[in-house]
């Protein structure tokens, strides 16, 4: 039987487990959770600070013993790869990937630093201010310098990885659009269209 003309074939695949799935919005929930918690709510700010630095921690182990779609070595490209895709973007050629493609794979990087250096610095920080958190103990009796450095880092990497949502927002509508792919339903289901649009 023949295909209809820019149809879309029914099958599908399983490319996010559940593992994924979790620490994806759980990440942005416990991020903007710990970015919006101030003043009166700074207990809220310190305890999801923690529950995403452990996330991360578990997120980065995944990633190198988690199912296929999960690896770093499965979406992490060269720069030159990354560029290219960029350029192909721009020019509506992309190809689409199953997985997470170059430019996905350089934001889930980049995500993941700016994200463990936020967390990182605030800890740092909370044990240099108030003696207390995790790596008090360490950061105890450290000159005034240090504790302004460290505030400047947490607040430009807190803010940076805003940024990098907002991006990552775009690109994510944008590849729906280019693809015929609703990727937001894709992360909260695993599963992806696991054929192309044909045009026979």
Request: net charge positive.
């Amino acid at each position: 039987m023949k295909t209809k003309p820019n149809s879309v074939r029914s099958s599908s695949v399983m490319v996010w487990d559940p593992l994924v799935r979790f620490f994806h919005w759980s990440l942005a929930i416990g991020f903007f959770t710990s970015y919006f918690a101030t003043g009166d709510w700074m207990p809220a700010h310190f305890w999801a600070g923690y529950l995403v630095f452990s996330w991360l921690l578990i997120r980065v182990v995944w990633g190198f013993i988690g199912t296929e779609y999960a690896r770093f070595s499965q979406f992490v490209f060269t720069p030159t790869a990354v560029f290219k895709y960029f350029k192909d973007v721009l020019f509506l050629r992309a190809r689409r990937y199953i997985g997470h493609n170059p430019a996905g794979g350089a934001m889930i990087i980049l995500l993941l630093l700016c994200v463990f250096t936020t967390t990182l610095s605030g800890m740092m920080l909370y044990g240099a201010e108030a003696w207390l958190g995790p790596l008090a103990g360490l950061m105890k009796n450290v000159e005034d310098s240090t504790i302004d450095s460290l505030d400047i880092v947490h607040e430009y990497s807190a803010n940076g990885t805003v940024i990098l949502v907002l991006i990552h927002v775009g690109g994510v509508l944008w590849e729906s659009v280019l693809h015929r792919e609703n990727l937001v339903k894709s992360m909260l289901t695993g599963k992806k269209r696991s054929e192309e649009y044909s045009d026979i």
